[in-house]
């Protein structure tokens, strides 16, 4: 499921954030035949309930190194096919990196950067996982919002009001194309806007980055629940 920001931290040991716990940073580095790898892995610390906090490193752990098992074996695979015919191989270089753009109110968002250069070209892929950290919930944007909210309705709206604002960045159809955020619409939070993320040609073809759409919290201030307005 692997698919930056204020408070970017994968450089540092360990420092302390605002929801009282610590965040650490586990590190993979090494150069093989076939692949150079240099991740970096985000570990919560310093929470009262040692299950949940286990359950949330967990679950970024887990597709972390789902994505690096992926990696080795289709570099180690090409690797070796390529020296059969004699052939020049580039190896792999694959990274992460993590930033943690919301960290309060109990609730964390943390984004991942997952990044490939393979046969010469470069990719990158963004993930982002927001947790209730009393809980151990993954939430979603329904649960941001008060009960009974259209939710899907009112971010579409903004949506294609910051695409008309900004449709010198797009081609011609953009607003039409936009047929609107799915059920598990990947997003992020920060200190004052709901983030959404969308694919690279989800919206308009050939860009070279991810389309990021900041709705901020005072314009959903009759939508969403009172914790994000404080």
């Known amino acids: 499921m692997y698919n930056l920001y204020p408070f970017y931290c994968p450089f540092t040991n360990c420092m302390r954030i605002s929801?009282?716990?610590a965040i650490d940073s586990q590190q993979i580095n090494s150069t093989e035949k076939y692949i150079k790898k240099d991740l970096k892995i985000p570990v919560l610390k310093g929470m009262k309930n040692k299950n949940i906090e286990n359950q949330i490193n967990n679950s970024i752990k887990s597709d972390i190194m789902e994505f690096k098992q992926?990696?080795?074996?289709s570099a180690?695979?090409?690797?070796?096919q390529a020296e059969k015919v004699g052939k020049k191989f580039i190896p792999f270089i694959i990274s992460t990196n993590y930033s943690i753009t919301y960290n309060k109110n109990n609730i964390a968002s943390i984004t991942i950067f997952y990044y490939e250069f393979i046969?010469?070209?470069?990719s990158y892929i963004?993930?982002?996982?927001?947790?209730?950290?009393?809980?151990g919930k993954s939430l979603s944007l329904k649960d941001l919002f008060k009960q009974g909210v259209s939710y899907k309705q009112i971010i579409n709206k903004e949506i294609k009001k910051y695409l008309i604002q900004n449709k010198e960045l797009y081609i011609p159809g953009t607003v039409t194309n936009f047929k609107?955020?799915?059920?598990?619409q990947p997003f992020y939070l920060d200190n004052e806007n709901i983030v959404i993320y969308l694919g690279f040609n989800e919206i308009a073809p050939n860009i070279s980055e991810i389309p990021i759409i900041k709705i901020p919290f005072s314009t959903l201030k009759n939508y969403i629940k009172p914790i994000f307005l404080n």
Do not use: A, P
């Open 70 to 73: 992926q990696m080795e074996e």
């Open 126 to 135: 963004k993930t982002s996982y927001n947790f209730n950290l009393n809980s």
């Open 76 to 80: 180690n695979e090409y690797g070796m």
């Open 19 to 21: 929801n009282n716990i």
């Open 119 to 122: 046969n010469g070209k470069h």
């Open 180 to 184: 609107g955020i799915s059920d598990d």
